[in-house]
């Protein structure tokens, strides 16, 4: 899949996200008895999470644990010292330890909410969600149970409770129109220079405008597995567009990715999954097949914090093109394909929204000269703002993204050089979304694209204007 995933990689991590922020915190008061933790000297090599603390604060955080092990032995009674050890044990990743702790502290303070609750949350780091919503469901109980458990309690339930959905669908349909004033790609230049001789162009090749209707759908499924914390993704993405005139354009385009997804938490990568997939796609232009891949692919991702996703994704695929009465040399570029990405949306407050990607791309064409390496990269901004409509009371949003892309073939077409062809493209795109309702919404696009290359029939500019309704489920 070549686009970019902000939902995160797993149904715990959307509903994770759908509850609202979770924070892990340990270090309450209570007023509990406290008997003897386990050795504190062995722990730092049986850690079963990687530390949350820097790297330059563990050392400091076993010197004071190791001095609170022998305080609690020296004073059983010591509940700051019973409670610090817990916390600091959870901040260096010995979840085993502090759970210790905290459940030996129950014998002698039963029904605890505040100590059921950091129970549960250090069982919920561990992957185990049903001894955590064990825990949960007994922190709120109690009638008389402070707010802000009952609030953080109900975050983890919701959690859980969709992780226990055996099956979710979600996706979103689109349509639209959009005017592009070089519809066709036509060369900027009128004239054109092939192997050191100038060629005026044909009006059929030259830089032409043209409006068209498009519609996309992107449907996702997630299937619960027998095994604990695996999924089974399916995704599908379809795309139609017809042109007014440039009915030669017409196009149809559809791909589809499935494969398991495993949880990594119980790995120590809290938050974050690997997804293994295949890949099946087909196109078809103007009536007549275009294209046909099949791949495989990798991705792993995860939310560090609420606030940021991002991911590494690696693809193979064999693409395979046909010739037509139009394009007659559309097998040429058959071949295989290895594509590298990194992604990333950083929300930085709660108005702004900053988007990155990177990607790498490795074409091996049959033929030499439509074999190439490219290379890009991708920054957006999203802005949230408050509505300028009092009958429409959702949060309107602003979207600017730039992207820009360099492609190097591997070898020359003798048709057009002795010189192998270079693209060089920037793309500058924004999008204005007016929610409507709770799943519909209108989108105003305005665009700009520039293509600089040493074969003058490679360089061209396109500005584009559209207007769509999107509708989400």
Known sequence: MTFVQKRSGSRTQRAVVKAGRLRVQAGVALAVLVILAPAAGAAP???????????????????????????????????????????????????EGAIATLERMLIFAPGLPRLQLELGVLYFRLGAYGTAATYFDAAVSDGEVPKEVREKVSEYQAAIAGRNETSSFAGSLGMGVRYQSNANSGPSAAIVNLNGLDFVLSDDARKSGDANGFFSADVAGVFDMPAQGVEFKVNLRTYVEGYLDHQELNLAYAELAAGPS????????????????GITAGGILDGDPLTAS??????????????????FRAEYRHERFYDSDVHARMSEKSGDRLQGQYVSSLRLSDRLTLDAAATVDRFEAETERNSYWQYGGLLGLTIQYASPVESLSSPWSLALTSQLSRRNHDAPDPMISSAAQHVTKWTLGLTQTIPLSDDWAAQFQAGYQKAWSNYDTGAYDNATFGISFRKVF
């Open 45 to 95: 090599r049986d850690f079963n999470r990687p530390p949350r603390a820097a790297a330059s604060e563990v050392e400091r955080i076993e010197v004071r644990r190791k001095a609170l092990f022998q305080l609690m032995l020296d004073d059983p009674g010591n509940l700051d010292a019973a409670f610090e050890y817990a916390a600091l044990s959870s901040q260096v990743g010995d979840l």
């Open 262 to 277: 495993f949880d990594l938490n119980r790995f120590g990568l809290a938050g974050y999954s690997l997804d293994l997939y």
């Open 294 to 311: 099949l791949g495989t692919g990798v991705f792993l991702g995860g939310r560090p914090t609420t606030d940021w996703f991002h991911g």
